[in-house]
């Protein structure tokens, strides 16, 4: 808090010169100070500082950045505002227009001649700055901010800070959060201050950026009596009685902007700071700041009220044409109160009006009737509109007035609500086209603001969707629009759980289409989806069977939505035991000829679909469509689409066998379903999660995210449930509890045939259920399940799962021929992407010569399953080979775990890079960092591995097993 050190009250229309000190923040400043001495040692650090309005923050801030400052710290700061609110990226741009300014000049040209200059280029078409920019842009924007940023790095330690962030637009924060993970090695400071308790939308995202991990966060507490006391003889002249003080106190609260404002007032009114005074305090009882700001603006001229009152209804940085047009002034006048007002302390000295503090505006704004307020926004919203300003920036105005059913309104939010939607914000989206229905718009008006509005909540909202496409459907007569709302209410309800419904409305629909041929597009659709429903359902899986072997003989090219919806439930199909792979990708690679439609009921196809992908050995072309949803929802903002594609990332990497890469989706997928709901279903997630974890070695902390769902949580969808289990019974089967994970698997094994799924390649419940039943010793119960999976997988015809199937038979078999089963697994195995099955079978298959004293095959096999399972991550297996090898006798090099350890996030991924043959210039691309960068992590990476360079990067960095974590947090990839 700045404390003024003189006893005099300037006049109200002299521009206050004061001087200040910090009371009751050393520690906060210390914290600050030290944090920033270790940036030239490349040590990062995010600091969150949060706390009430007026408590200080801000002058926190001031004072470190000052002294920051003269010991040659670069630092970028901004403001978050209320405008900024509708306007993506503007935080982001003025913070790094603030970076560019602080530079010399040198390092500003070296900086804006960089390949992150593009950033610039297209932060300034973004609406709301002039232009337009297109959806594709979102995710080049935000890595080429990045990318900035280490430039910037490069050019000395860099502070950038995010004042008042709660104010700060959507875009910008996502960002930060992504940017807060990603700055280890960096001589990089993130501070944000957020005021608690605003209860504005940007509160998540501010909560996620500070319970990342490593996360310094000050909260600032208000002052002590002991300051209160000083501040009160500082500026009343000396001597004050305990009880006067006490009473500021309390009045005040300790917040220091409040006790300024307090005691102002009470010195212009006479008060002294006496015993007798103190009743004088306790009646203003904490609302002296929005009073006295008030009452010292009302006493102002008229202009000037005017102009106070026509800033906060339009929000700071409002170009100063457009207040004077809402004050009804004319320029001159304008610009002589906005002096007065800079002289009062009111406004800053910005070229664009902005309050000093955001409380004047909450002030200005409880001094004003709500009725006249509303008027007043109105008025802004009329204004903006005449000037021809975004819609957006007319939208934000009219969602805070009353409904009057002007057409111009809902013309307005619904071209708003198109806007928000196409940049990423589809919660703003829906808001907009929630408030155009309170407009009582007319009938065939209203049909397609439900039809937006649910489409817009499909994928984040279903609940709301569905009750939208329900009230749409009561509006719609014509036999087309109420196929698509059908279909868009299906897709919501499946999406919540309640797949009975979905499947009473899509038979409700397709009795309505009828045979028709102009229809014929639409029945396609509903019929696939109502098969879709019934097998996730359950209770009538055979009937969707039925209806797809019925439809099977029909030849579809993939040319509309209809038939590619159609080509995904037969590609399914075949995968559940009713076809061959390659009849599966052939099917699968017609439904996707035509690209995938993220945003509306088709989605729900795909995730089926691209698991197909994977159970043909196709896993390249399933993460290539994966990464193309995981770019669509980040341009998109959604939540629940990021966690689709990172789910079906991390099963396609662990189906590959490369755990750390998995891991690495497996962190961003832990984030969103770590706040889980009926709606969104972790089952799924926790299960890849935990199979990736079984590979590392992770025992301990697969088994502490599996019991977060007990199994008598478990939801009734079959899919999430034998996912589940299946995890759930290989859990068991490590620990060693044969029995446990035999019931586990079992029961995977009757909702998956029930899903239906059938094909070994996706569920392998029948491999492990072999393995448990050996390890009870029933073996004759282990080859007949053994030799089903095997011949369920012949029929599919993929080198993986005939492959793992060949293993699992082996091993339950034993003796010579076991081994021969293995060898033919080995052969198998070979051909297939999947190489941490190679690994595994590799070492079975050594163990199996070693047991019947084959030393030398024993040796070179074992030799082989440690290179692949060291390539793959595979750490648990890796230390059972090497456990297995000196009996062979086999020889281990000296691992350098130890040193491989202390590799930074950044070296490692750095070094991973390097050693899989990229050049820098590729690495600096693929991470968005500069080519310097690279060769300084790479430098660090040798001398912490005591190596000379890339030749031996990869057996140093396979020799490192990952340590496993003592607080059992998600290891790092």
């Known amino acids: 808090m700045l404390t003024p050190l003189t006893n005099t009250v300037p006049a109200e229309k002299s521009c206050p010169a004061l001087q200040y000190e910090l009371l009751d923040r050393r520690e906060e400043l210390a914290v600050l100070g030290r944090l920033a001495e270790r940036l030239p040692d490349r040590v990062s650090s995010v600091v969150c500082i949060e706390g009430a309005g007026g408590i200080g923050k801000t002058s926190l801030l001031n004072a470190w950045i000052a002294g920051a400052r003269d010991r040659g710290l670069l630092v970028a700061r901004v403001c978050g505002s209320e405008s900024q ?15 560019l300014a602080a530079l010399c000049e040198s390092d500003r040209r070296a900086l ?20 337009r920019a297109c959806g594709d842009q979102a995710e080049v924007i935000g890595e080429s901010l990045y990318e900035l940023v280490v430039n910037a790095c490069e050019m000395g330690p860099l502070a950038l800070v995010l004042d008042d962030a709660t104010w700060a637009d959507q875009a910008s924060l996502h960002w930060m959060r992504r940017l807060a993970g990603r700055i280890d090695g960096l001589p990089l400071m993130l501070v944000t201050t957020r005021r608690c308790g605003s209860g504005q939308e940007t509160a998540p995202l501010l909560d996620e950026l500070a319970l ?8 600032l507490s208000p ?34 902007l409040l006790l300024n404002e307090l005691l102002r007032v009470l010195v212009k009114n006479g008060v002294r700071p006496c015993a007798a005074q103190a009743g004088r305090v306790a009646e203003l009882n904490g609302h002296v700041l929005e009073k006295t700001i008030a009452i010292r603006l009302a006493r102002q001229s008229k202009a000037v009220m005017a102009m106070s009152r026509a800033l906060a209804v339009l929000g700071d940085g409002t170009q100063l044409p457009v207040v004077a047009a809402l004050a009804g002034l004319d320029p001159f006048r304008a610009q002589e109160a906005v002096r007065e007002m800079r002289c009062m302390g009111v406004l800053t000295e910005e070229e664009h009006p902005r309050f000093t503090q ?111 496409f329900q009230q749409e459907l009561l509006l719609r007569q014509d036999t087309r629009g109420r196929a698509a709302a059908v279909s868009g209410l299906a897709a919501a309800l499946c999406a919540t759980r309640r797949t009975h419904e979905a499947v009473t409305a899509l038979r409700q629909g397709l009795a309505e289409l009828g045979e028709s041929p102009e229809h014929g597009e639409w029945r396609l659709r509903l019929e696939a989806q109502w098969v879709l429903a019934a097998w996730q359902d359950g209770s009538s899986a055979s009937i969707g069977t039925e209806l797809v072997e019925a439809r099977s003989s029909r030849h579809l090219r993939g040319d509309t939505p209809g038939e590619r919806a159609w080509l995904a439930v037969r590609a399914l199909h075949a995968q559940a035991g009713h076809g061959t792979a390659e009849h599966a990708r052939s099917l699968a690679g017609r ?156 029961e995977c094994g009757r909702y998956q045939e029930a899903g239906p799924v059938i094909t070994p390649a996706i569920a392998r419940w029948r491999s492990y259920a072999a393995l448990a039943y050996a390890a009870t010793g029933d073996r004759a119960s282990a080859i007949d399940m053994a030799e089903r999976d095997l011949e369920l997988s012949r029929r599919w015809g993929t080198h993986k799962a005939i492959g793992v199937s060949l293993r699992t038979l082996g091993t339950v078999t034993g003796g010579k021929r076991g081994l021969e089963l293995l060898s033919q697994a080995v052969d198998m195995l070979e051909h297939s992407p999947a190489r941490v099955e190679l690994a595994y079978t590799l070492n079975e298959f050594g163990a199996a010569c070693q047991r019947l004293a084959r030393r030398d095959t024993a040796r070179s096999s074992l030799q082989r399953a440690l290179v692949v399972a060291e390539e793959c991550s595979a750490s648990c297996l890796a230390d059972r080979v090497r456990g297995a090898l000196p009996l062979v006798g086999g020889r281990l090099r000296a691992a350098k775990a130890s040193d491989a350890r202390r590799l930074t996030p950044s070296e490692r991924r750095v070094a991973e890079l390097a050693a899989q043959g990229r050049s820098n210039r590729e690495i600096s691309e693929a991470l968005f960092v500069t080519r310097r960068t690279v060769e300084i992590h790479l430098t660090s990476a040798y001398r912490k591995l005591e190596i000379s360079g890339r030749p031996e990067l990869a057996f140093a960095l396979a020799q490192s097993a990952t340590p496993v974590r003592q607080d059992r947090a998600l290891p790092v990839p």
């Open 85 to 99: 609110e509708a306007r993506p990226w503007s935080a982001a741009r003025q913070l790094f227009d603030s970076l």
């Open 223 to 256: 002052l002590s009596p002991g300051s209160v006391r000083r501040l009160v003889q500082d500026r009343m002249g000396g001597r004050a009685d305990e009880q006067f003080c006490a009473a500021c106190h309390e009045a005040c609260g300790g917040n220091p």
């Open 591 to 746: 439904a996707l000829r035509g690209g995938m439609e993220l945003d509306g009921a088709m989605l729900w196809f795909y995730p089926p679909l691209l698991l197909a992908l994977v159970a043909t050995d196709h896993p390249e072309m399933a993460a290539g469509w994966l990464q193309r949803m995981a770019d669509h929802a980040a341009r998109r903002g959604s939540g629940r689409l990021s966690a689709l594609a990172s789910f079906g990332l991390g099963t396609v990497a662990w189906h590959s066998g490369r755990v750390r890469e998995g891991l690495g989706h497996a962190r961003d997928l832990l984030d969103v379903v770590g706040r889980a709901t009926p709606e969104r279903p972790a089952l799924p997630s926790f299960a890849v999660v935990a199979n990736l974890l079984l590979d590392l070695g992770a025992t301990d902390i697969a088994h502490d995210i599996l019991q977060t769902h007990p199994t008598d949580s478990l939801v009734s969808d079959a899919w999430a449930r034998s996912a589940y289990l299946l995890a759930h019974g290989r859990l068991r089967l490590e620990q060693g509890d044969a029995g446990a994970a035999l019931a586990s698997l079992l």
């Open 212 to 219: 990342q991990p490593g996360v310094i966060t000050l909260e």
């Open 358 to 468: 955001p409380l004047i505006r909450s002030a200005l704004f409880r001094a004003m009737a709500p009725g006249k307020l509303a008027e007043e926004h109105m008025r802004a919203a009329r204004l903006l509109r005449d000037h021809g300003e975004c819609s957006e920036k007319v939208a934000r105005h009219l969602m805070l007035t009353q409904p009057t059913g002007d057409e111009w309104r809902i013309a307005v939010l619904r071209d708003a609500a198109r806007r928000a939607a196409a940049r990423g914000a589809p919660a703003l989206s829906a808001r907009y086209l929630r408030q155009a229905l309170t407009e009582a718009p007319a009938p065939q008006v209203e049909v397609c603001l439900r039809a937006e509005l649910a489409t817009i909540e499909l994928l984040d909202n279903p609940t709301a969707s569905a009750y939208h």
């Open 112 to 131: 804006q001649e960089s390949p992150a200059a593009r950033t610039l280029s297209a932060l300034s078409t973004l609406p709301g700055e002039g232009g």
